[in-house]
């Protein structure tokens, strides 16, 4: 009993700070202290932005003229003559082409006599009209005999006028029996071989004129938005990838292919480019004077409607993100073109955009 009430008064007079928990048992106390920890340096997914040159970007096109023309027979024939190879540079009014003139000939001359057998029947009918007539008015042809003797000399002239029609039809498929140049220029494809029975209208061969030379080149819809008017191109032949020719935008078909749902565009080459018709050429968008800079779709983000792109900012081992606002041109040889924000040379964080925060440490660049 007396060693219970000792106690009572020991721990009565000790200080109450001496019965609180050990300090590296106050969970509670010591988080609401002590700073927040710092976030963990992560690793980001990123690209040097750069004009790849002829690596990227790069699209088949072919070197032709801006007027080029495919001939064809207006008549159907047997062709049995082309003078003309490919390649070969005519002058306007040179004989390109020939069908057998046998068979229109023939054409025409059964032309010709059906006219001659039209109009002897249209003379026939008209005396046979006169002479009803004449009759009527003597009371010895009845009305209904006058009525058939017009009807016949109005079907005889319609007659003739037909077999005329016929003879200058005839007449103009023998002359159409020969191709000739509408201008000078280069034979720059041929369809058809001598011996060949042709329809109308059937290609024979195209001409190209000496009036300008383009590059064409076929993208898809989604290449094409945002493609800003008199963009500038850079023209190569892969034999000789060193000497690139800067080309301009002219036009684009307003209408896509139905079958590869492309659109075709054309280039204008400088006058002195050294491009012979027909020449396989490379092509990519910008040049050497001002690159075209694109970068992955999956490295852009919105923010407050405008997009941005997180930019790496680097000093000796220590990097950070910010976010940079970009203007965009559109899609192009999939990727997106920056228009404005970017230079040659900015890193920029093309993987989990949507995770990091202005100012955020970030480490090495790691391959995705």
Do not use: C
């Amino acid at each position: 009993m007396k060693v219970s009430v000792i106690l009572a008064a020991v721990l009565a007079a000790a200080p109450a700070a001496a019965l609180g928990l050990p300090e590296w048992l106050s969970f509670g106390a010591v988080a609401r202290d002590a700073a927040p920890l710092p976030d963990p340096i992560r690793p980001v997914v990123s690209e040097i932005v750069q004009d790849r040159g002829i690596d990227a970007r790069s699209i088949p096109g072919i070197v032709a003229s801006r007027t080029q023309v495919t001939m064809a027979f207006q008549t159907l024939g047997r062709m049995v003559s082309r003078p003309v190879e490919l390649g070969d540079r005519v002058e306007q009014g040179d004989l390109l082409a020939t069908l057998a003139a046998e068979d229109l000939a023939a054409s025409t001359r059964a032309a010709e006599a059906a006219l001659a057998s039209a109009e002897v029947q249209r003379d026939t009918a008209r005396l046979t009209l006169e002479r009803t007539q004449a009759l009527a008015e003597r009371n010895v042809a009845s009305a209904a005999q006058l009525e058939q003797a017009q009807r016949a000399a109005a079907a005889a002239a319609a007659g003739a006028e037909q077999a005329r029609s016929a003879l200058v039809q005839a007449r103009d498929a023998q002359g159409y029996a020969r191709m000739t140049a509408p201008f000078a220029g280069v034979v720059s494809a041929i369809y058809e071989t001598p011996g060949n029975v042709l329809g109308t209208g059937t290609p024979v061969l195209q001409l190209s004129a000496d009036d300008g030379r383009e590059a064409v080149i076929d993208l898809p819809e989604s290449a094409l938005a945002g493609l800003p008017e008199n963009t500038d191109f850079t023209i190569w032949q892969s034999s000789d990838p060193s000497r690139e020719v800067p080309a301009v935008l002219d036009r684009i078909d307003p209408v896509a292919d139905s079958a590869t749902r492309t659109r075709r565009l054309y280039l204008t080459l400088p006058p002195d480019a050294a491009f012979r018709l027909g020449a396989l050429v490379r092509a990519r968008l910008g040049t050497a004077s001002e690159p075209a800079l694109t970068i992955p779709s999956t490295a852009i983000f919105r923010r407050d409607g405008t997009p941005h792109v997180w930019r790496v900012r680097r000093s000796g081992v220590s990097a950070t993100v910010e976010a940079v606002p970009v203007a965009l041109a559109g899609e192009f040889g999939g990727g997106v073109l920056v228009e404005r924000g970017l230079d040659p040379g900015d890193e920029v964080v093309v993987r989990g955009v949507n995770s990091l925060r202005d100012g955020q440490a970030v480490g090495p660049s790691v391959q995705p």
